[in-house]
């Protein structure tokens, strides 16, 4: 008899749930023994609580949006958190206890939570930023089958928000509650047992944790109490940690005398590094002024060689600061720019763009102007990997009509945005300078800034390897200097390709379906000249591409066909009128016809840079 009990309090017992802690971080794709909380067929519901941090990102820094993402009422919170209001500002990170009903779905306890997306985003963003590892992304996946990845605006998910209830043999006696907590860097088991008021025992055997485990950021570990919970924020900033026990992130800081000349040395030493870089950059100029030179002249006669002619020189050559020489200059010695790109905090972007006015700093598709030590600067938002690929090619790249790169502002993480900060060319962008009804560009102006375009498009196809194609060539991503001098921007959005890679995203160019995509998926080199094509027109007609005019059949009177009027009337007619008759026609027509080429159906019968260099040159 005594036997059987013992065996039916061993088959009673191995039903409860033990709970085990996940050490893989929130975004990562394998399921792990506490990736969720699993349950028994004893306690199916409870009554428990979830820990989640004030986050500035989201605009989670008042109770009440906080309240209204968890569709708790706010006033339940005061209270329970000592807030004085739902509508105070926290402080970013400030802990919130939120009382959640945690139910028994299937073998996984969890709080089941209908979220909607207010902006396309990804799942591991969701999960990591916006629920800070309450969910895991995995997790979230499964539970939203249908979705992939991205989540596009106004997507619904159900979030099973990770919880727990307690079933009296975790190891601690008598728990309430189970707490969810997500972890930061820096958080340790010490810090957090100090936090609750509880010992370091219950906290590592409620998590199945040995002595000497470690736990790591972006995780959860659930805290046992044995009351109702309360948050100490007074607990010492750098608790000593016990033997065998290592925290997320060192607490110990020591002031040693060593350690202290260390640095000292190591200043020394970067200082006398750093000065003998400078003499060797210098050295460097100077051999290159001497290459310069010599690389001219190379190039000038074989562009003589190229067009046919030994008798007289290239178009190119004597144009003073216009040669396609300028194109093939890219030194090494700017492949350090990652390692000197000035550093901004999030503070400092809010600030200079008016915490991203839409009305008064928007100028684009995540980008927004501002000032900066009275500079004006173009501050882009992107993705963190995409952070790095631009700043990978802008430090391969080195030339005059490119977008200068400043600096960068990181994420908190992988799963918030970061932004780059480039130049801001005083003009703006060239779509903008052709609307100007006040301030059109002069004829001389249009056709430096076709050259500049072409000059630096000639460099990302010949002068660096691997060849570099834009992908977006418009007049919206070219801007313009107080000098009127041409810059092209989002340059590192694309892959480096070689001129036979296919490129599986490009269609259209401002409007126009490249004629090639529906058959064979566009040459990228090829998919920059007909950009280029298009910009001609717009620097010709001044109209917008993009606003469904047909550029494209406006031209047609150049094929040779009968159409009314002549050739030079539907010119004429075809130039931007703001012109008047302030340009040479016989230069119009030259445009026209390379525009014209630019954009045949037939990539293979679209020149190339080098060859459009060439008729241009004879134009600035």
């Known amino acids: 008899m005594i036997y059987l009990l013992f065996l039916i309090w061993i088959t009673v017992s191995l039903s409860f749930a033990e709970q085990f802690y996940d050490p893989s971080d929130c975004s990562s794709d394998t399921s792990h023994p506490g990736s969720r909380y699993t349950c028994d067929s004893v306690r199916q519901s409870c009554r428990t609580y979830l820990v989640y941090r004030a986050n500035q990102h989201f605009g989670l820094q008042k109770l009440v949006n906080i309240s209204a993402l968890f569709r708790i009422n706010p006033d339940e919170l005061l209270h329970l958190n000592n807030i004085a209001s ?50 895991k992304s995995l997790t979230l996946l499964r539970e939203n089958p249908s979705q992939g990845n991205d989540v596009e605006l106004g997507g619904k998910l159900l979030v099973p928000l990770r919880c727990s209830c307690p079933d009296n043999f975790t190891g ?91 640095y000292i040395a190591g200043s020394i030493v970067g200082f006398l590094l750093v000065t003998v870089a400078l003499l060797a950059c210098g050295l460097y100029v100077k051999a290159l002024k001497k290459w310069k030179g010599e690389r001219l002249q190379s190039f000038t006669d074989r562009n003589s060689v190229l067009s046919g002619s030994t008798a007289r020189s290239s178009p190119l050559s004597g144009q003073t600061g216009r040669s396609s020489t300028n194109s093939c200059l890219s030194p090494d010695l700017l492949a350090g720019i990652k390692f000197s790109l000035y550093n901004y905090g999030i503070d400092d972007i809010k600030r200079v763009t008016n915490d991203f006015n839409e009305d008064t700093n928007k100028i684009g598709e995540q980008v927004y102007k501002g000032l900066i030590d009275n500079e004006s600067v173009m501050i882009k938002q992107m993705k963190f990997e995409d952070i790095r690929r631009v700043i990978d090619m802008h430090s391969k790249i080195n030339h005059v009509n490119i977008v200068n790169l400043h600096g960068v502002c990181y994420g908190e993480n992988d799963f918030t945005w970061s932004y780059l900060v480039f130049e801001f060319p005083a003009n703006g962008c060239l779509r903008d300078c052709l609307s100007d009804q006040a301030h059109r560009l002069d004829w001389s102006r249009r056709t430096q800034i076709a050259f500049d375009v072409a000059t630096v498009l000639h460099y990302l196809h010949y002068c660096i390897f691997p060849s570099y194609a834009h992908m977006s060539v ?43 995509y529906p058959m064979t998926r566009p040459a990228s080199l090829k998919v920059d000249i007909f950009a280029f094509g298009v910009v001609l027109l717009e620097l010709i007609s001044g109209n917008d591409a993009t606003k469904g005019t047909l550029l494209k059949d406006s031209i047609g009177f150049l094929g040779g066909g009968e159409n009314e009027g002549g050739c030079f009337e539907q010119l004429r007619s075809f130039i931007d009128p703001c012109l008047k008759d302030e340009y040479l026609l016989a230069e119009a027509l030259c445009l026209a016809v390379l525009a014209k080429a630019c954009i045949e159906d037939d990539p293979l019968r679209r020149p190339s840079m080098d060859d459009i260099l060439k008729v241009l040159g004879r134009m600035v």
Request: charged share 15%; with cysteine.
């Open 86 to 135: 739902p509508s105070e500002t926290l402080k970013p990170g400030r802990e919130v206890l939120l009382p959640i009903t945690c139910l028994c779905s299937g073998q996984y306890f969890q709080a089941g939570l209908n979220y909607t997306v207010p902006e396309r985003t990804s799942i591991s963003e969701i999960a990591c930023g916006v629920f800070e590892g309450l969910s």
């Open 172 to 262: 601690v006696n008598q728990v309430k509650y189970l707490v969810t907590y997500p972890l930061l860097e820096g958080d340790g088991i010490i810090p957090l047992s100090m936090k609750f008021s509880i010992s370091v025992h219950d906290l590592l055997a409620a998590n199945h944790l040995e002595p000497k485990s470690t736990v790591f950021p972006n995780t959860t570990v659930l805290v046992p109490l044995k009351s109702d919970p309360s948050i100490n924020f007074n607990i010492p900033d750098s608790p000593p940690p016990t033997p065998g026990f290592l925290p997320t992130a060192t607490v110990e800081k020591t002031k040693n005398t060593k350690l202290k000349n260390l």
């Open 474 to 516: 418009n007049s919206r991503n070219i801007y313009v200097t107080s000098k009127w001098r041409a810059k092209l921007a989002n340059i590192g959005s694309t892959l480096a390709v070689t001129s036979s890679t296919r490129n599986e995203n490009a269609d259209t160019v401002d409007g126009l379906v490249i004629p090639e």
